[in-house]
């Protein structure tokens, strides 16, 4: 002939009931198997067309495809269609375009379908390692339809929508296959309903039977490298006008970033809660050792906070009505799997405002740093008004909650479960009735030390207090050295504190001052306490044995007064009526 390519017709090739085998040696020898192959492929000639009709099950997952391709070879592009059907048709993918080899190029169109998505995803779930517990879009109808175009060097998506169920997304995606690959994406919407998309929340389920022989699990979960590849960048740009969950819509939800050497940048992302709550986080996410790591910052501003918790889930019916209305709060944060630092944080919830930070290490023996300053606040007005209206003390003894155990051995143990280094400054309060002003704690607690820098208050109820001083090793042979000042300026209100009267009118009883020290061992601690009162002066001084077993005490105490009659007439009005001068009072004792 003349020397050309023969001609070569195929009417049709079948395999019936063909396996597929493919073992991955390098890997461990992991297998994966394509079973119950079926095809019938047809072609008239080497340059086409061609046609392939076949199903498959991978995994026990069906899948029929139906494939072809248009004559190649001339100067006109050719025709490709490809049909994917997944699990009985439960999620349908189909590609219809054209492919010109002179570009080389892609022009056509896609479309993803499946009638219920969560039988879908549970399907699809099952075949690739196991499917959720519920599977999202559970009765919701997925449809994805784009334009295609296509290079060796790019792909483009563009008039992308997706709907789901109710809900409609529409965007578009460009792909550059450069050194290193790049995907754009936009995506908008005018509403995104999640009620219906998520699974709903399920029963809790019964406590399952402890394996026989066994308590928990031991030994420590494995820790997976966490890394941002760097060998891809891109962005992502969303927004949607309301997001419907939990019965309400969240409105103008943004979320902007991109992915750069190995850093996910958060340049926006933002949302109006139910109650006019606005939510604004900006910031960093990448890998640090190993780890993820996030620095940013966050931003709320709320119009109606009580609405927002409301929606939420928190029960606000017990906080007073004029409360949980205006709120604020900034932060910067800094947060690994590890440690997380919150700093430069302000805040202002009603009258109420306040700044800080917050330091937390996650570790055998967590620790945090927590430094925080009120101007004021009544907490009473956040509290149930049953609780709020608890006096400071019933003069009753303390029940414990029902089922709690009491604390065995070293109570003081639990002081060594933790360290934390604390800083509180409170302007002005009023909690359970009690008015406090100018309240601090400023405290180190490490290796089961506790020191108390500085712990005072101005005026509580009357009375300003201070106490210092240092407890050690609290989880093994405790130790204290400490020291106190309590001056009680107004008797009356210090009585109303307590729930009581004052027996004795304060006029008389004057300030009232007590001062003291403790120091040593727990079970022999060296105590010198001193108490001004009445014109007159008692103390006690000795050993007490807190912990000893049996507890002990060896006391001597001492009391000073420079008229007696004039203490009696105090302590017991009318007791000495018709007694002559008795003069100074001097008096000990022992316990």
Do not use: C
């Amino acid at each position: 002939g003349g020397g050309g390519a023969p001609a070569v017709t195929l009417d049709s090739a079948t395999i019936q009931d063909g396996t597929l085998v493919y073992r991955d040696a390098a890997g461990g020898g992991a297998e994966q198997r394509v079973e119950g192959l079926n095809a019938t492929v047809s072609a008239n000639g080497l340059q086409g067309p061609f046609e392939v009709d076949g199903s498959l099950s991978y995994q026990g997952l069906p899948l029929s495809l139906q494939a072809s391709v248009g004559q190649l070879g001339g100067t006109r592009p050719s025709s490709v269609k490809l049909v994917v059907s997944v699990a009985d048709k439960a999620l349908t993918a189909t590609v219809n375009g054209s492919v010109d080899a002179a570009g080389p190029a892609f022009n056509g169109d896609a479309k993803i379908e499946a009638p219920d998505l969560g039988k879908a995803v549970e399907r699809l779930g099952g075949a690739l390692g196991g499917a959720p517990a519920q599977a999202i879009g559970a009765g919701q109808k997925l449809a994805l339809a784009t334009a295609i175009k296509g290079s060796p060097t790019a792909v483009e998506l563009s008039d992308l929508s997706v709907d789901l169920g109710e809900s409609r997304l529409q965007g578009q995606v460009a792909v550059a296959l450069g050194d290193v690959p790049t995907v754009d994406a936009k995506l908008t919407g005018n509403r995104l309903d999640l009620d219906a998309l998520l699974p709903q929340p399920a029963e809790p389920a019964a406590a399952a039977a402890p394996a026989a022989g066994g308590g928990a699990a031991s030994g420590t979960p494995e820790t997976v490298a966490f890394e941002i590849p760097k060998g891809i960048a891109g962005s992502v740009d969303v927004a949607v006008d309301a997001v419907q969950y939990k019965g309400a819509s969240i409105r103008r939800v943004r979320l902007s970033g991109d992915l750069v050497d190995g850093a996910a940048n958060l340049r926006l992302a933002t949302a109006q809660l139910p109650g006019g709550t606005e939510v604004t986080v900006t910031g960093t996410a990448l890998s640090d050792g190993g780890q993820p790591k996030f620095v940013g910052r966050v931003e709320a501003v709320s119009d109606n906070l009580r609405a927002t918790l409301d929606w939420a889930g928190v029960d606000t019916a017990g906080v007073e009505a004029d409360r949980l209305r205006k709120a604020s709060i900034k932060a910067a944060v800094d947060a690994t799997p590890s440690k997380v630092e919150v700093t430069d944080w302000t805040m202002e919830l009603d009258a109420t405002k306040a700044k800080g930070g917050l330091t937390l290490v996650v570790r055998d023996r967590p620790a945090f740093g927590l430094s925080l300053e009120v101007d004021r606040i009544n907490v009473d007005a956040y509290l149930p008004a049953e609780a709020a209206a608890q006096p400071a003390a019933s003069g009753g003894t303390a029940q414990p909650a029902q089922g709690a155990a009491p604390a065995a051995g070293n109570p003081l143990s639990v002081l060594n479960a933790v360290d934390a280094n604390v800083n509180i400054k409170v302007g002005e309060a009023t909690a359970l009735g009690v008015p406090v002003r100018d309240a601090r704690i400023d405290a180190l607690l490490q290796n089961g030390t506790l020191t108390l820098r500085d712990v005072g208050v101005a005026d509580l109820g009357g009375a300003k207090a201070t106490v210092a001083g240092v407890l050690r090793d609290a989880a093994g042979k405790p130790s204290v050295d400490m020291k106190f000042d309590v001056t009680v300026v107004n008797v009356d209100r210090f009585a109303k504190l307590l729930s009581t009267e004052s027996p004795i009118p304060a006029k008389q009883l004057g300030q009232v001052s007590l001062k003291g020290t403790a120091a040593g061992d727990m079970q022999d601690v060296k105590v010198d306490v001193k108490l001004a009162a009445a014109g007159g002066n008692f103390g006690v001084k000795g050993t007490a044995k807190p912990l000893a077993s049996p507890p002990g005490l060896d006391l001597a105490l001492s009391m000073s007064h420079p008229d007696a009659n004039k203490l009696a007439a105090i302590l017991a009005p009318g007791s000495l009526d018709g007694v002559g001068p008795l003069g100074p009072l001097d008096g000990r004792g022992t316990i």
